[in-house]
């Protein structure tokens, strides 16, 4: 099922009761001014909002942390949570089955070769020279966020999950499994969801 990408204030996001959501908002908006805490304590707070605009208005959102430090939604049930902080702006990604986000802010950096395979090198080989740091940092939130999906990505080294570009948006991750991955690029960021794919 296609996600929802949402920028905007809560109140406008229409939620088809179905699709995952990922809500991409300013740390320091709107939204973050009344929370109190640290930045891990303010995106929780942004989490538990978007949860309780998805989940009917629930006034008992419960986060907690997986032991890998992944959060989980403990109430209300069935919720899956996937958070990503890179800039001014954190990813929440919410949805009904398991989800994962990954959010990288755009630079001139060189793609680092040896976080890929070598099918993705030699892709990404192929492309003009201005256009391979672009497209390196989306292969990258692709495998940050299929690692995340596993849920222990520290244990996994980047070079062993293997992607697979579709077009501008579309696109899958294997490693212990296989996810679909839907990206898109902002003006300062290359945002990404995955979910594992249906048999």
Known sequence: MTPIWHDGP???LVWNGQSPVAWSV???GLYAAGLQGDARAIRQGLAA???R???GDSDDVR???SPAGAPIVSAPGRWHLSLSSRGARALIGVARQPIAVDREVIDDHPPLWDMLT???ADALRHLPALAQSRNWLRRWTIKEAHAKLIGEPR???PETIETVVAD???ATATFEGTSRCWTRSTSDAIETIAQWSQP
Do not use: C, F, G, M
Request: hydrophobic share 40%; no cysteine.
């Open 10 to 12: 809560l109140e406008a």
């Open 26 to 28: 300013a740390e320091d």
């Open 49 to 51: 909002a978007l949860i």
């Open 53 to 55: 605009k998805v989940a």
């Open 63 to 65: 986060l907690t942390r």
């Open 118 to 120: 070598k099918t993705e």
């Open 155 to 157: 244990r996994i080294r």
């Open 168 to 170: 501008p948006t579309h």
